[in-house]
């Protein structure tokens, strides 16, 4: 994960990465067309915003447009599944989320396999999850909060994104590894949670770290503890749980694929672009400002990510009896 003090060596990394993957693998004739890129949710929302950032970008360097298309539906895997199926010629990708490692896991069945029918490219921006608190609560750290909610009757109301959203499955998590009794209220997305929140309707949440930003920053709910590691850029004084619950992390986490056979020279170079675009110290400032943390990868290593992801929210489906229906 970022923080402050590793900033400078993390754009060195970067840069270094990109500087040996391009070396080792050019695609001299690649792109030659404009390449499709499918987000497989609304337009406008988190994921959106931060594909349309990168791609954006990435469309500059190879100078080919790459063209955003939208494809909602059936929590994400309306369109993963038409890029599993696509062409795997570099000129179909998938810009996904957590909701990619966790599907496989709150869904009855999918329409592609997740492991063998596609190719990591690159890990994106990761928003953390953040355990925020009405003002009113006399609780300021997470000791602080787990003693509190030990002494309410029945315990408290926590809210959420909404059923099985990385939120949830953060709040699901805490839970599990503290006993505290969080009673999940789920609402239809991030913002009219917030919104509840400053409005006191509801005093706990778990929300995304970088909708709930501005009103941290503003002092409209409180920021008890952040689900990466160290500290952010965004939130330098808001601890992290994993300094209070060893191996705490629910981030949300965007990222890159293809369709499993794309060449390996495809790959190697839309990596070696993505690395060096992140080491760029304007994107990376647009980045932190917006509480997205960033950090040097290649394919194998999203690859692995993905694997840890699968297998730690497998447990917490299975462990909490979690279900979006």
Not at 40 to 69: H, K, N, T
Not at 203 to 218: C, E, M, Q, S
Not at 227 to 238: C, E, M, W
Request: aromatic share 8%; proline share 8%.
């Amino acid at each position: 994960m970022s923080s402050i003090h590793g900033r400078r060596a993390m754009l060195a990394g970067a840069a270094a990465l990109a500087s040996t993957a391009a070396a080792q693998a050019q695609s001299p004739s690649y792109p030659a067309r404009p390449i499709r890129v499918v987000i497989p949710f609304a337009a406008g929302g988190g994921s959106d915003s931060v594909g349309r950032l990168f791609y954006a970008r990435l469309a500059e360097v190879l100078g080919q447009p790459m063209v955003i298309e939208n494809r909602g539906g059936g929590g994400g895997t309306i369109g993963a599944s038409a890029v599993a199926r696509a062409a795997n010629d570099g000129y179909t990708l998938l810009h996904d989320t957590s909701a990619f490692a966790v599907n496989p896991f709150l869904l009855p069945s999918l329409p592609y396999d997740t492991v063998r029918d596609f190719e990591p490219i690159f890990l994106a921006a990761m928003v953390p999850t953040i355990f925020v608190v009405h003002p009113s609560v006399a609780a300021r750290t997470i000791p602080e909060v787990i003693a509190l909610i030990g002494r309410s009757p029945g315990g408290v109301e926590c809210a959420s994104a909404g059923n099985g959203t990385m939120q949830h499955l953060g709040l699901e998590l805490f839970r599990l590894r503290t006993g505290a009794q969080l009673n999940h209220v789920p609402y239809r997305g991030g913002a009219p949670a917030v919104s509840d929140l400053i409005g006191g309707q509801i005093k706990y949440a778990f929300v995304d770290g970088a909708a709930a930003l501005p009103f941290i920053r503003a002092g409209q709910i409180h920021a008890l503890a952040h689900a990466g590691t160290g500290r952010l850029v965004a939130l330098p004084t808001v601890p992290a749980l994993a300094d209070y619950i060893p191996g705490f992390e629910a981030i949300v986490w965007n990222g890159l694929l293809a369709p499993a056979g794309t060449p390996g020279p495809i790959i190697a170079r839309l990596n070696a672009e993505l690395n060096t675009i992140i080491a760029t110290p304007d994107f990376r400032d647009r980045l932190d400002d917006l509480n997205m943390i960033v950090r040097p990868n290649t394919p194998a290593e999203f690859r692995a990510f993905l694997s840890a992801e699968m297998q730690r929210w497998g447990t917490v489906v299975r462990e909490a009896g979690i279900t979006i229906g």
